[in-house]
């Protein structure tokens, strides 16, 4: 079991960025791959991001591409989601989340994905 703490939420304007960070605990973290989430207010949750154990990977929501980029950092046991140009449709609860993974596979579900966070609120005013 991997434990997840996330950082770096906030209430921005239109056009602004932020970086959200994953800080993880427990299992060795490399050994998994990372994924970004996101639930808005009566929505479901949806899939933002993923990163694969190596970093040489990853996937992104057509929502999000161009704008976001994830990253991970094996060595601080941490994952990044730097988001720029922000849009208030991006405001939602930021979750991240583990999966047991190896090699190039990217998990896109949130089934696939064994551990997750306690989130953390992104809020995009226009």
């Known amino acids: 079991q991997v434990q997840l703490v996330e950082s770096g939420g906030g209430l921005v304007q239109a056009g602004d960025s932020l970086r959200l960070s994953c800080a993880a605990s427990?299992?060795?973290?490399?050994?998994?791959?990372m994924g970004w989430f996101r639930q808005a207010p009566g929505k479901e949750r949806e899939f933002v991001a993923a990163?694969?154990?190596?970093?040489?990977?990853?996937n992104y929501a057509d929502s999000v591409k161009g704008r976001f980029t994830i990253s991970r950092d094996n060595a601080k046991n941490t994952a990044y989601l730097q988001m720029n140009s922000l849009k208030p449709e991006d405001t939602a609860g930021y979750y991240c989340?583990?999966?047991?993974?190896?090699?190039?596979?990217?998990?896109?579900?949130?089934?696939?994905?064994?551990?997750w966070g306690q989130g953390t609120q992104v809020t995009v005013s226009s």
């Open positions: 989340a583990a999966a047991a993974s190896s090699g190039s596979y990217v998990p896109l579900f949130g089934y696939e994905y064994g551990d």
């Open positions: 427990g299992r060795t973290f490399s050994r998994y791959a």
């Open positions: 990163i694969s154990w190596s970093g040489g990977y990853t």
